[in-house]
């Protein structure tokens, strides 16, 4: 049972155009949420955070808008470069120690 | 600074043998996990470790053994390789637990045939 959830896995985008990546979750005591980025053949990284107590989050090209009401919050990258083609996961905290994982987003940025 | 390693970068296993999944770090982080990926899917916490000799299972353990000797390893044991073992390992690190940004190794690919 997914407590987060991307739909629409592969989004194609021409360079310096916005993309924009989705994610819901089911699960109202989620309190924070992180976007990691993932090349192939290499591990996630950290891209970006937001806490609920906020409804954005800005860092540089990429923003993090939360709608708690919506359990619904979105990553864009402005302007998308091709070196932003990659998978990006969305996830949140909870329990012990346990982040709960999106299938991921696979953006293609094309110059 | 190396961050995370983890060896051996691919795997393939029979049936029913054993093998140890390698992970360190350089970054003097307390906390260390494993996940496994399966494809088209996220990332799922097998193990993990707040501290040197303290370790707790995650959502799907089953199958799998830790320990954590040193702060700067964290082995992942497989002692009867099943095909549902197939898929992906990554380990992490960060230093104060699961809010703080997680450093990822670079994966390890298991095949069981």
């Known amino acids: 049972d997914q407590q987060v959830k991307q739909n629409s896995p592969s989004l194609s985008v021409q360079e310096g155009r916005i993309s924009i990546l989705n994610c819901d979750y089911t699960?109202?005591?989620?309190?924070?949420f992180l976007w990691y980025k993932k090349y192939p053949a290499e591990g996630p990284t950290f891209l970006i955070s937001?806490?609920?107590?906020?409804d954005k989050n800005e860092d540089g090209r990429f923003t993090v808008f939360l709608n708690k009401s919506a359990k619904h919050l979105s990553l864009h990258i402005v302007p998308s470069q091709p070196g932003d083609s990659a998978v990006y996961f969305c996830?949140?905290?909870?329990?012990?120690?346990?982040?709960?994982f999106g299938k991921g987003n696979q953006v293609v940025v094309i110059p | 600074n190396a961050g995370v390693t983890q060896t051996p970068k691919f795997r393939i296993l029979k049936i029913g043998q054993s093998m140890t999944l390698q992970c360190t770090q350089d970054m003097n982080h307390n906390y260390m996990y494993w996940y496994r990926q399966d494809p088209g899917m996220g990332l799922k916490l097998i193990y993990y470790?707040?501290?040197?000799?303290?370790?707790d299972k995650g959502e799907v353990p089953n199958g799998y053994n830790v320990s954590r000797s040193t702060t700067e390893d964290f082995p992942l044991r497989l002692e009867l390789a099943a095909p549902s073992q197939t898929s992906v390992y990554f380990c992490a690190s960060s230093s104060f637990g699961i809010q703080e940004t997680q450093y990822f190794g670079p994966g390890t690919r298991l095949l069981v045939l």
């Open positions: 996830a949140a905290p909870y329990g012990n120690n346990r982040l709960a």
């Open positions: 699960n109202s005591m989620f309190d924070y």
């Open positions: 937001i806490s609920s107590i906020k």
């Open positions: 470790s707040v501290g040197a000799g303290i370790t």
